[in-house]
Every structure is written in structure tokens, then in C-alpha cells.
């Protein structure tokens, strides 16, 4: 199956940093990407989704200028978490589809602990 | 009103039992997706099954089938054999037709919590 990874696994920031989260396709070109959202033993929440060369398309309530998404490649989405605080602590979790496949395949996550 | 319902938030399965996880779902399209995914404690999503509302077919991937029903608008996942390493999350998710921009939305349910006992 399709790998993506997510880097960082985990970080702790002070409140009123930026913080990048890395997504990557491994073994396949990703034209879109999805950043999900998930609070402790919730669902998980759209944010944004992420086409390559363009801009993304931010879910309804999702801050644009809160959460910048970059996708400069085929293979590689960033979420910047900027000025962060502590409601922005969550568990950040990306996905990519395959093109002309159906099923998303999702990043390990990013744990995010603003202090 | 929620387009993925799924009614546990709790499951208990003897090991090596056959488990059903519940899932309906709402939607107008003719066309769409139906996921189930996988999340351990490490937090990790892991695609399991896919079934297309075309299908006509029941999807099976291993121990896991879906149970598409779909006048009942249900799709079911079935775990047969349950094991220890089977204790986790469960989402199911549906994929409605991308109506702009060409991309897809998928809509997660809030997860069935799994537990295997031995």
C-alpha cells in the first residue's frame, strides 16, 4: 500500500510560535493532500484540503492565515501552525490519495502540545 | 444531521469471535465511497476496506468484510477471528461525488472503540 509519512511525530512548543508539520508520499505522487484535525477520543475533523500548485481549500471555520498549507511537490504538503496556542494542541493527522484511486492513506500524525 | 453514524462508541469481542461494528449513513448521491479505517493507540489511521455504492458485490479484505446494505443505507464492517492486535479505534467514513474542484471530502463517523479479550 501507499506510504505516507508525517514529521514531526510529536512537538512542544511555547505559545506564540510557528510550528511546520511535514507531510510526505513515499512511493507515489500525491495530487492532493488532506490535513485532519483530532481532539482525544473525537472523530477526526477536516481542515483543509491541499492541492499541488494551487491554493488550498480551508473547511468552513478553519483559519487560512491560523494554518498555512503549502503543497510545493507531488510528494510533500506542510501545515505551519502559526502564532500557536494552547487550544491549538491536538493531534494533526494527513492524508493523500493516489491519483484515480479512492482510498486516502494517512500519516503516523503530529501530536501538538502548545504550552 | 449526520452523514456517518456509527452507534458504539464501545465494543467487547471474545478472542477468536467474529464482531459486527455498526455503521449507517446519510446521503442524496448516487455515487459514492464507503471506508472503514483503523486507529491503534499510537494514533496511526489504517485504511482497511473500501466499498463503491456501484459495487455490487460485498468488499472483503481478509478477515474484514463489509456488510453494504444499501437501501438500509448501512455498511457494516465484520472482523471475523478477532485477535489481540484487532483492539482499537474504528472509523467509518463515506466519500461523497467531489462537487468542486474536483477534489474528495471524506466524512468520518465517531469511531467504535474495540477492545479484544482474551
Known amino acids: 500500500g501507499a506510504v505516507v509519512s508525517q514529521h514531526p511525530s510529536r512537538v512542544i512548543c511555547k505559545s506564540g510560535t510557528s510550528v511546520k508539520i511535514e507531510c510526505r508520499s513515499l512511493d507515489f505522487q500525491a495530487t492532493t493532500m488532506f490535513w485532519y484535525r483530532q481532539f482525544p477520543k473525537k472523530s477526526l475533523m477536516l481542515m483543509a484540503t491541499?492541492?499541488?500548485?494551487?491554493?488550498?481549500?480551508?473547511e468552513q471555520g478553519v483559519e487560512k492565515d491560523k494554518f498555512l498549507i503549502n503543497h510545493a511537490s507531488l510528494t510533500l504538503s506542510t501545515l505551519t501552525v502559526t502564532s500557536a496556542h494552547p487550544e491549538d494542541s491536538s493531534f494533526y493527522i494527513c492524508?493523500?490519495?493516489?491519483?484515480?484511486?479512492?482510498?486516502?492513506?494517512f500519516g503516523p500524525g503530529t501530536r501538538l502540545l502548545v504550552l | 444531521a449526520q452523514k456517518i453514524t456509527q452507534t458504539q462508541p464501545g465494543m467487547f469481542v471474545q478472542e477468536k469471535e467474529a464482531v459486527t461494528l455498526d455503521c449507517t449513513y446519510d446521503t442524496s448521491d448516487q455515487s459514492y465511497g464507503l471506508f472503514w479505517y483503523k486507529q491503534p493507540s499510537s494514533g496511526e489511521m489504517i485504511f482497511l476496506i473500501y466499498?463503491?455504492?456501484?459495487?455490487?458485490q460485498n468488499a472483503t479484505e481478509g478477515r474484514y468484510s463489509l456488510n453494504f446494505q444499501k437501501a438500509r443505507k448501512s455498511a457494516n464492517l465484520v472482523i471475523s477471528a478477532s485477535q489481540l492486535g484487532d483492539s482499537a479505534m474504528y472509523f467509518c467514513a463515506m466519500r461523497e461525488l467531489p462537487y468542486s474542484g474536483g477534489y474528495q471530502k471524506v466524512t468520518f463517523g465517531t469511531g467504535t472503540k474495540l477492545q479484544v479479550i482474551p
Open positions: 492524508s493523500a490519495r493516489v491519483f484515480g484511486e479512492e482510498t486516502q492513506y
Open positions: 491541499s492541492n499541488e500548485g494551487s491554493k488550498a481549500t480551508y
Open positions: 466499498q463503491g455504492s456501484y459495487d455490487e
